[in-house]
């Protein structure tokens, strides 16, 4: 970190000095997101967030049908007799916040989607939701509109997430729910016209509605609400932004309370230059990753790394002696440790279990994670023979590899294979075909939808341009 970064966010001598005008992160975020248009917008980049709201909306209507999912719906249609806003995959009707709630929680039901590495967030869960229930209740907001304010989200969320580094998650915190309310505010404000100003509050009454715990990967339902829990609080700010409700305006830089000095363990644990580094000329969306496993995207290297290996040299479980994973610090805590039966999500967070499921099955995908395979007594041994350890040269190496593992498969009879990976397919180092996301979406909506609305929806989606009102998406993603 520079020592102007340091400088930046070191803490004053005289609080008393410090006012709200002292915000010019937020300032600079503020203007970025009431700037943008569409005609700034690279081509690759609507390209490619076309593809990333196509994947987000197939990990959505999958969702739809979960034991968690369908307990968080009967629970709001108990308290909610509004009807302005649909969640998706099903014919359900909610208020907008209900439905922002819900449907962030449907994208991120089976840990099927995206994952912006750096920032350590899932953008769409937090970004689609709010944005899609904006045209609901504004209607009339074109397709090139809808698309400027999905780039608007997807730009701010991660670049707070590059702030705050991988400490952030490191200490406990769950970065896609806690980062992941400034992508929500940012694309409701877009797509709401507001003003810089106007964003400056949008930002600052997301941000103090921001959290979500680690602790909930082991096991509870009530991860995959959090990030519900980030596109609705997004939606909020941009909502009481838009009516004259005032926000911290200073919620990056305020030395006591702010954002990142509260949830950063010390001042030197953050970098606010991140936050508007390259702002409209560099664009996060084309760093945020998708993925092909249904689980947690740290994972997803050392199975890319145990497919390799098979590939080149076909061993059955019987032979498997022990598995080392070496990998970051990061990758120890977040999902290295001792597998222990305690529901879905926990297994889908486990790499031991994860490993496991891949050298049994062949496939870590949706299929995988049945109430009668996380409690697989021959899996469970088997995750019990792979152990993940701190690697200090992949860590010297820095954030950028938190994801990089070095697997070593060792055999009984002493063969001893390994494989390195550095980032894993559908990175934003190796990008998934347009095909590719096509499929994927197709086999997961096919889950709930039928084929023709399925295909209504990715025609849609991948020519967003062209479409005179948004709305109109939001109504093909309910049950017809």
């Not at 830089?253 to 030197?268: I, W």
Request: glycine share 8%.
């Amino acid at each position: 970190m520079s020592a102007e970064a340091k400088k930046v966010g070191a803490p004053t001598t005289d609080r008393a000095s410090e006012t709200p005008a002292d915000n010019p992160y937020t300032q600079g975020m503020a203007a970025f997101v009431s700037g943008l248009r569409y005609e700034k917008i690279p081509e690759e980049v609507i390209d490619r967030i076309k593809l990333l709201i196509l994947d987000s909306i197939g990990c959505a209507i999958y969702g739809a049908d979960l034991e968690w999912s369908l307990i968080l719906m009967r629970t709001l249609q108990q308290l909610d007799s509004s009807k302005s806003c649909g969640v998706w995959g099903t014919s359900l009707r909610l208020s907008a916040p209900h439905a922002a709630l819900v449907n962030g929680t449907l994208v991120h039901g089976f840990e099927l989607d995206d994952i912006h590495r750096l920032g350590v967030m899932h953008v769409g869960a937090v970004t689609l939701p709010s944005l899609l229930a904006v045209t609901e209740i504004r209607p009339g907001i074109n397709g090139r509109d809808f698309l400027t304010a999905a780039v608007a989200g997807y730009e701010i969320g991660p670049r707070v997430g590059k702030c705050m580094g991988e400490e952030h998650i490191g200490q406990g915190w769950h970065s896609a729910a806690t980062v992941g309310v400034f992508s929500s505010a940012a694309a409701a404000a877009a797509a709401l016209r507001l003003s810089k100003e106007q964003t400056v509050h949008a930002l600052g009454i997301a941000g103090t509605q921001s959290a979500g715990l680690m602790a909930a990967q082991y096991g509870s339902m009530v991860l995959r609400m959090h990030t519900g829990r980030s596109a609705q609080s997004g939606l909020y700010g941009g909502l009481l932004a838009a009516n004259g409700f005032t926000g911290i305006v200073n919620i990056f830089e305020s030395d006591y309370g702010g954002f990142c000095t509260t949830f950063s363990r010390s001042h030197d644990r953050f970098n606010l230059a991140e936050l508007t580094a390259g702002l409209g000329t560099r664009f996060e969306t084309m760093q945020v990753s998708l993925k092909f496993y249904s689980c947690v995207s740290s994972n997803h290297t050392t199975l890319d790394a145990i497919r390799a290996i098979r590939a080149r040299r076909q061993f059955s479980v019987d032979e498997v002696d022990r598995i080392v994973v070496h990998g970051s610090q990061v990758t120890v805590d977040h999902v290295g440790w001792k597998y222990r039966p305690a529901g879905i999500s926990a297994a889908q967070l486990n790499l031991p279990f994860c490993v496991a499921t891949l050298l049994l099955d062949g496939n870590v995908f949706v299929d995988q994670f049945t109430a009668l395979k996380i409690v697989d007594p021959v899996r469970i041994a088997l995750a019990d023979k792979v152990k993940v350890v701190a690697d200090p040269d992949i860590m010297a190496r820095g954030s950028e590899f938190r994801q990089m593992v070095r697997a070593e498969v060792f055999l009984k009879d002493g063969t001893v294979l390994a494989e390195t990976v550095e980032a894993p397919r559908g990175s934003e180092r190796n990008f998934a075909s347009k095909a590719d996301v096509v499929a994927k979406f197709e086999n997961l909506a096919g889950h709930v939808i039928p084929p023709g609305q399925v295909a209504a929806i990715r025609e849609a989606v991948l020519n967003l341009e062209t479409l005179p009102n948004s709305s109109r998406l939001a109504h093909l993603l309910m049950k017809q």
